[in-house]
């Protein structure tokens, strides 16, 4: 795949309203939202102060790509795109990393950043693949740009349980076995107002 240059609406102006007296990071106003005795999800708003900065950054420096799945026998464009940041990471996500691994002891190691372009980029329900490798991993996103939804059903299907609009600097992680018994899904949104990113960190290690 070759990189793409990415266009979008982003008035990162509009959103960029960080509070100056605000540490950076910060767990302080950390939710904890349990779907059931053994999963969670974490929800920090405006988690990162400066997020406008951060998506500008990542839209011109990202090497983004639009991969292809097959559906039908047939190869189709995903709705989206991706770009996946090597290690060792750039201080910008590094500076993200480095107290995810604090708190919740493990080492983030993997970092996709996914830009839906407009509402009718989407990505259907699923769980991330790293269950398969290990019990309970965490998956860390940081949600940048417009709000869009982000949407959590049980894993065998059924109606939605938790719904959240995460953007503008938010971090939702989740937790437990959630990626064992839970899908979760950002779906197209006619109303959605722009560009949103999503930085998404996972490690390849079990905790301790």
Known sequence: MSEVRPQVV?????????????APMSFEGLRRDDL????????????VPDHADLF?????????????????????????????????????????????DVRYGVRFDSCLVNLYRDGSDAVAWHADTVRKVLTNPLVATVSL??????????????????RYNP???DLIVMGGAMQHDWHHTVPREKSASGARMSVTLRHSRPAG
Do not use: K
């Open 36 to 47: 059931d005795a053994t999963s969670w999800l974490d929800v920090v708003p405006s988690w």
């Open 56 to 100: 500008d950054w990542l839209l011109a420096e990202a090497p983004w790509q639009q991969r292809t799945r097959t559906m039908w026998d047939n190869e189709v464009l995903e709705p989206r795109l991706v770009a996946g940041i090597p290690t060792p990471f750039p201080d910008r996500i590094a500076e993200l990393v480095a107290p995810l």
């Open 145 to 162: 740009g417009a709000r869009r939804s982000f949407l959590v059903r049980p894993a065998g299907g059924g109606s939605v349980a938790r």
């Open 10 to 22: 982003w008035q990162g102006s509009l959103f960029d309203d960080a509070d100056p007296e605000r």
């Open 167 to 169: 953007g503008e600097g």
